[in-house]
């Protein structure tokens, strides 16, 4: 910092004495702002750090609120083998019985013998009338058309409703097969000559190859038939693919491990939420065990309103505990999956009310004397409930990106910070200008001190001298 040559001539106003002067003012004036911006920097990270876990806390609730956590399905077949089953939101719960009596097959006919692909199917011009089921096509053709010809034909006529394949049966012999797309009894396949010049291979020479049939089967006893072995208006919501002849059990049922996995996703959002918000707001004498928004009351308020509503949602469905939900001393949730799908064998209804909201009904409490007479001890009720879910993501709601809540708390910290550096570089630069002022005076002082020890040095060797000649 400066001259490095200050106080060469005196060295009495060194570099030293200088730098000693502006540590003194830098941790008068500077080191104090430094700390501040230190403070609002932790609380800067600490901000962005329990920002981020209350949000992750808030979309695993969202997540929770959504429409189908509670009407997911999962489905359970004794032989996949024989049929797969899949059923939608809200579909029925229920077991069943398939019985597969016969897979519905599509029509499939074959026409006679060509020489090659590329032989004529036609002494001259002329249109040909092609049946799928209930649909005509009219394909026209000429001399010239050959059996390849004909098959880009009706590809691009009744591609939607039949496919062709030309198949080599051996040297010299081959032939044009017509699959029906869909199947079923309704999907006959002929052909008719409209002008007498179609090759016999196309009219009399056509052969059937498989013969369409509809899909039999029964469900729960009860005799049904089918044109497609994929059947979906049986029952609403559920489809039933057929894959072979036999007899198995089917189930419908609440997707329960769907549900277990959103409420332990959230358990875990939330005590990595509130574990953190303990840490950063714990009081303490000692400095290193203080949190950092320790006495901050915008965050200590939403640590404890975010402990009070875990503790008082449900209203009159009871608490959390009631449906599985624990709380532990130091505020953190667990579920008790037995306790919850006891409540949801018990009435699935009433515990979806109690999470989303809705219809919410209490049974009746009875209670049993010892001479086994059953008398009501406490009276059951129906209340419409807002939802547990629903309740606590309102209130995190309140605390997640996009609160004005945490947005103007966020902003104040910027904005304190930018006035700190702001003062930080302010007193830098008056310290920078009164002591590049003071280094310039600091050098002339030392150059007068200079000339004078100069002066008294050669004072001094002149009297030596006279002293020396006396």
Known sequence: M????????????????????????EAKFVAPVDSRISDNEAKSTAFDQMDALMDNAYESLKSLTEYGVFEARTTSVDNEDLVQVTASESSDIQDFTLEIQTL????????????????????????????????????????????????????????????????QVADGDFRLLFSAEDTGTNQEI????????????????????????????????????????TVEDLLSGVKITLKDVGTTEVSIQQDRASIEEKITNFVDKYNSAIYQLGVDTKSSEKLDERGVFSNDNTIKSMNTAIKNIISTVGGDGGRLQDFGIELDDDGRLSLDSTV??????????????YFIGGTFTKADTLSVDSNGVSTISEKGFTVELEGAFTELENTFARYSKGSAILDKYQDSI????????????????????????????????????????????MFTQMINTEIANS
């Open 2 to 25: 400066g001259v490095s040559s200050l106080g060469v001539g005196s060295s009495i106003l060194t570099q030293d004495v200088l730098d000693q002067l502006r540590a003194a003012d």
């Open 104 to 167: 519905a097959t599509k029509e499939i006919e074959q026409s006679g013998q060509f020489t090659s692909r590329t032989d004529s199917i036609a002494t001259g011009s002329g249109s040909m009338e092609l049946s799928v089921g209930s649909k005509t096509f009219t394909i026209e053709y000429t001399a010239e058309t050959t059996l390849e010809d004909l098959k880009e034909l009706i590809e691009e006529e009744a591609g939607d409703s039949v496919g062709t394949t030309i198949v």
């Open 190 to 229: 002929s052909i008719s000559d409209n002008d007498s010049t179609l090759s016999n291979a196309l009219t009399s020479g056509m052969r059937n190859v498989q013969t369409a049939v509809d899909a039999e089967f029964t469900f729960n006893g009860l005799d049904i038939t089918r044109s497609s072995n």
């Open 340 to 353: 919850f799908n006891d409540k949801l064998d018990d009435d699935s209804d009433s515990v979806h009310a």
């Open 414 to 457: 910027e904005t304190r910070l930018d006035s700190l550096n702001e003062q930080r570089e302010s007193a830098v630069e008056r310290l920078n200008n009164s002591y590049a002022i003071m280094q310039k005076r600091f050098a002339a002082y030392d150059s007068i001190i200079s000339r004078f020890n100069t002066a008294s040095d």
